[in-house]
């Protein structure tokens, strides 16, 4: 996968802020617990110590942060890529546990991030049967970043015990990209920077979109994950979900069947039977998550009902590996949006031709 030239708006931010993993007031390796470098949250203090003590509400309270921390921990999904894509290197962040295809806790936009501020690993806490809360407290954090993350009240208050937390502003796992951004970059003094990186990814979507005219207008569902061995039901994200909210952003709209099903709950995600699929008749692209080997999308294709829906008949389908770094990016957050837009959008459009 290529890296495209819109990785500049990283290194722009970088710049503008003057920092790097080893500057400002940056601990040695030995004093961070292995990453190499402190948040260097020290960097543009001249503009932002001024914004503390900050409050910060949310769904699971309200935070308040007294001084511009020094070092920053982030929990769950993502979190540590806002900071990253502004210069700042978390002290400890959750170790990649889906789409990580070479097993170093890393996906590679954030590999990369780190290479390029010339930083150490930070410690990653191991998440896969919840949060390590000891773990989280040895990397003695100023500010716990979850903006995305799904959180319960009781880790909310465990976590709060080590050190203030900033959690997600509505539901769990529905935090859109630019709302993550802006959460996590307050809670670090760099709201200002944050906006900018922003309107950077922003310009980066239009730049690519632009390429593909045949995405404008039509509909498009995020299928989750299929069972290849049970196909007798199909699950999608709804409009609560990031994945979804993200075809917006492409020019591409949310069919009425999906917008509809997700009124009146809080649920990122929905099934319906094979039977009930009539309902998708209104969708022009389906994208969800598949195998390299095409296996499920045989199956959906050779199902008697299944392969009777629209999208699926004229071909207009188009399943991410779900192992590959292309997978898991479709959900968007800071750092990963510019590394696949090229290619995500491509594939797309290439499920929006076949749409008469």
């Not at 802020?17 to 190499?36: N, W």
């Amino acid at each position: 996968m290529k890296r495209p030239p819109s990785l500049r708006i990283l290194t722009v931010a970088a710049v503008l802020l003057g920092i790097t993993a080893c500057g400002g007031t940056s601990e040695t390796k030995d004093e961070t617990t292995g990453a190499g470098a402190s948040a260097s949250a020290t960097a543009g203090a001249g503009n932002s110590a001024s914004t503390f003590p900050m409050t910060i509400k949310h769904a699971l309270g309200t935070t308040t942060i007294e001084a511009k921390p020094q070092r920053v921990a982030t929990v769950n999904w993502a979190n540590h890529e806002a900071p990253l894509a502004l210069g700042v290197v978390p002290v400890g962040m959750a170790a990649a546990n889906f789409g990580d295809d070479d097993g170093d806790g890393l996906l590679p936009w954030v590999e990369e991030r780190l290479e390029e501020l010339k930083a150490g690993k930070p410690v990653l806490f191991d998440e896969t049967d919840g949060i390590d809360f000891e773990a989280v407290a040895d990397t003695k954090p100023d500010v716990i970043l979850a903006a995305y993350s799904g959180l319960t009240q009781q880790d909310y208050d465990t976590l709060s015990d080590i050190a203030p937390v900033v959690a997600y502003p509505d539901a769990a796992w529905a935090t859109p990209w630019r709302e993550i951004i802006r959460m996590n970059s307050k809670a670090i003094g760099l709201a200002a920077e944050g906006d900018k990186l922003i309107g950077d990814i922003e310009a980066d979507i239009k730049a690519v979109v632009a390429k593909y005219p045949q995405l404008k207008g039509k509909s498009a569902m995020f299928m989750t994950h299929v069972d290849p061995n049970d196909v007798s039901e199909i699950g999608f994200y709804t409009t609560h979900d990031t994945r979804t909210l993200f075809f917006e952003d492409l020019g591409l709209t949310i069919p009425g069947s999906i917008a509809e099903a997700s009124k009146g709950t809080e649920k990122f995600a929905l099934s319906r039977s094979a039977e009930q699929i009539d309902v998708f008749d209104d969708v022009d692209i389906i994208t969800g998550y598949g195998d390299e080997k095409g296996e499920l999308l045989a199956k959906i294709r050779k199902d008697p009902l299944l392969s009777k829906i629209p999208a699926v008949e004229r071909g207009s389908v188009y399943l991410l590996p779900d192992s590959k770094p292309l997978g898991t990016a479709a959900n968007p957050t800071p750092l990963s949006i510019s590394w696949v837009l090229e290619d995500y959008v491509k594939a797309l459009a290439e499920a929006a031709d076949k749409v008469k």
